[in-house]
């Protein structure tokens, strides 16, 4: 099983308001028909996708005032929001299906929520037939409702380490636009297993971003029992394939 993020900054054009990053889509989509159709078991993927916003979605959080923390009751925020990134949906998802990657939609704000704490609960049934029924389950960062808060942002990275723990997930994946954790000199890291000694060379994203760019996702790649790659596009063929390509966190 491989739960496989396609980081919001390399699927989209991350500064220029929704607007897609068509080559690089794409690209991502052929490298994941490829790998299908290369399988042992080409009906049955064993694949779950969950792609990030980039310029869906970060933009209209931001102009909202929402973020993982701050909630908002306004409707027309949530529909925005939700709005934007179903949008974003829909794209990955058609260039999936003229791949003929069996690819179905999961929209998170329909099924996860938070509690008063800010802890995620994201039921996984429904995910976990469509896996074993050969569907490619493709899930999104989104808006949930939030107890006491009305509805605050879950990431894409928050999605792929809770589908991880409880698909017990063998691999997972972030494909982003950088190569891989860079350090000071700008060279990849090769290993990181723990946030001390990285914690330094970890940012923010450098485009508008409600939910903490590298610094948040390897601190939730940490988290994992399953080990966790962060690469860049060229390599999604390479790690699809078994390799490890970029960036191990374990
Ligand atoms: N040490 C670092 N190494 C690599 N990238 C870093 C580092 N520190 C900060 N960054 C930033 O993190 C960004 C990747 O995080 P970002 O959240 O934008 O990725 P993503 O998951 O692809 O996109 P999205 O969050 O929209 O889904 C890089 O583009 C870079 O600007
Ligand atoms: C901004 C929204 C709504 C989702 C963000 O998901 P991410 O790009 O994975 O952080």
Request: hydrophobic share 40%; aromatic share 2%; with cysteine.
């Amino acid at each position: 099983m491989i739960v496989l993020k396609l980081g919001g900054s390399a699927i989209t054009d991350k500064d220029r308001a929704e607007t897609l990053d068509g080559e690089a889509l794409e690209s991502a989509s052929d490298a994941i028909a490829t790998a299908l159709e290369a399988s042992a078991e080409p009906g049955n993927p064993n694949l779950v996708i969950v792609h990030g916003g980039g310029s869906f979605g970060h933009a209209n959080a931001s102009d909202h005032g929402v973020t993982t923390t701050e909630g908002s009751h306004d409707i027309d925020a949530v529909h925005d929001i939700h709005g934007a990134m179903k949008t974003l949906n829909g794209f990955v998802l058609s260039r999936l299906i003229e791949r003929d990657v069996p690819a179905v939609p999961v929209h998170p704000f329909s099924t996860a929520s938070r509690d008063q704490s800010g802890r995620l609960e994201l039921p996984t049934g429904q995910v976990e037939t469509m896996v074993s029924e050969g569907f490619v389950p493709v899930l999104h960062g989104d808006l949930v409702s939030h107890a006491e808060r009305g509805v605050t942002v879950v990431s894409g990275d928050e999605l792929v380490a809770e589908l991880a723990r409880a698909l017990e997930a063998d691999r997972v994946g972030l494909c982003s636009t950088v190569p891989g954790v860079l350090d000071d000199d700008d060279v990849v890291i090769e290993r990181i297993t723990t946030l001390e000694g990285v914690a330094d060379v970890l940012g923010e994203s450098e485009s508008t971003d409600v939910t903490g760019g590298m610094a948040a996702k390897v601190a939730a790649l940490l988290d994992l029992d399953a080990e966790a790659t962060i690469f860049g596009l060229d390599e999604l063929e390479a790690f699809l394939a078994g390799e490890r390509p970029g960036t191990t966190v374990y």
